[in-house]
């Protein structure tokens, strides 16, 4: 079951976007599954359920953390995570720097934009971003490597409302690529979910994190 509709769902994406299995609360065996079908990205939401799975995975596991990140969180992932999705301040961006020089490697991450009419989501402004990005204490984090942006779309039916955040995001995603920097390198745009992830791919999504699609919704 997990097999087949991480292979259709790879089909659809037809190498225009990769696919994160977001696996958090999901028991290491069903990511085992996942891993036996061929996926090798996983999100997990919080720091402690990934550095416990960790561990149990191969090596060759990609781990995303794609939930709101704690400064005084980031050195328990800081040896293995592969991307990390949601910062959202320049103090984050600064200890994750320093939890990856500790490591001996660079850590590549995405600005979270707030692109929801949800108060309840995290995220930059599209200004806040464009700061963060041009502000010049950025030059002296050498162990990070800002890669792109992240957003989280509206909880709606409304298909057009979450076409047009996305088609936003993406527009910010062109802006802020063409600025040039040393730890600067757009590559990846993180957006889509089990519910909108093909207006995403269709917006310019590079990166879909699909969970209860895979799992079945979460208990």
Known sequence: MIADTIRQIETELAGRAQLIAVTKTKPVELL??????????????????????????????AWHLIGH?????????????ALIH????????????????????VIDCLLQIYIADEETKFGLSADE??????????ENLLSIRIVGLMGLATNT????????????????Y??????????????????GMSGDYRIAV??????????????????
């Open 32 to 61: 085992r599954e996942a891993y036996e079908a061929g996926c090798r990205m996983f999100g997990e939401n919080k720091v402690q359920e990934m550095a416990e799975k960790q561990p149990q995975l191969p090596a060759d596991v």
């Open 202 to 219: 269709d917006e310019g999504s590079t990166l879909v994190r699909v969970g209860s699609a895979i799992f079945g919704s979460r208990t």
């Open 129 to 138: 971003a464009e700061g963060l990005i041009n502000d010049p204490t950025l």
């Open 86 to 105: 949601s910062v959202d301040s320049l103090k984050l961006l600064q200890e994750i720097n320093k939890q990856a020089a500790k490591q001996n490697r």
């Open 69 to 81: 990140l704690q400064t005084n969180k980031v050195k328990y992932i800081a040896p293995f995570v």
């Open 157 to 172: 039916d409304n298909e057009e409302q979450i076409r047009a955040e996305f088609r936003g995001l993406k527009q910010l």
């Open 174 to 191: 062109d802006k802020l690529g063409a600025i040039e920097g040393a730890n600067l390198n757009f590559s990846e745009l993180s957006m």
